[in-house]
């Protein structure tokens, strides 16, 4: 049987964000620390712990606008605890949009990790991160 699970693709699932009146289109790409691999990395790494009450505390505003912590807490322990222990994650591929489904322009990435876990030995990961206040936020996490 296939193991498909969709923790949170809010990539997809967020109507459009509607900009202030006045507010400046989105400006040139500019460098932010850390990086968008290296932001998913540390957020992914309280996953792995079990720390999901922090890992929802450091997703982007548009994310924690789309679910609660509770909420939030209950479906990544269901979908990553039977998976067991994080054994291997290397970074697969890294792509930087200006456009995502039903987002505002802005500055995406979309950081993609070969994984393998005790209890499941290949899977790829997905993280989707949006910059915000001059870092990268998690807006969207899947696991295939």
């Not at 900009?19 to 932001?39: F, L, V």
């Not at 540390?42 to 922090?54: C, M, S």
């Amino acid at each position: 049987m296939k193991f498909f699970v969709l923790i949170f693709a809010l990539m997809i699932a967020v109507p459009v964000l509607s900009a202030p009146s006045g507010a400046q289109p989105a400006g040139p790409s500019t460098a932010m620390t850390p990086s968008p691999d290296d932001r998913a990395k540390q957020w992914l790494t309280l996953v792995d712990d079990k720390n999901y009450t922090d890992s929802y505390n450091q997703m982007g505003a548009a994310a924690q606008g789309k679910i609660a912590a509770g909420p939030w807490t209950s479906k990544v322990s269901a979908a990553r605890e039977p998976l067991g222990a994080m054994a291997m994650r290397t970074i697969k591929d890294v792509k930087m949009t200006k456009t995502l489904p039903g987002m505002r322009d802005g500055q995406y990435a979309t950081v993609r990790f070969d994984s393998s876990f005790a209890h499941k030995a290949s899977a790829v990961e997905t993280v989707v991160l949006s910059s915000e206040k001059g870092g990268w936020s998690v807006i969207g996490y899947v696991i295939n």
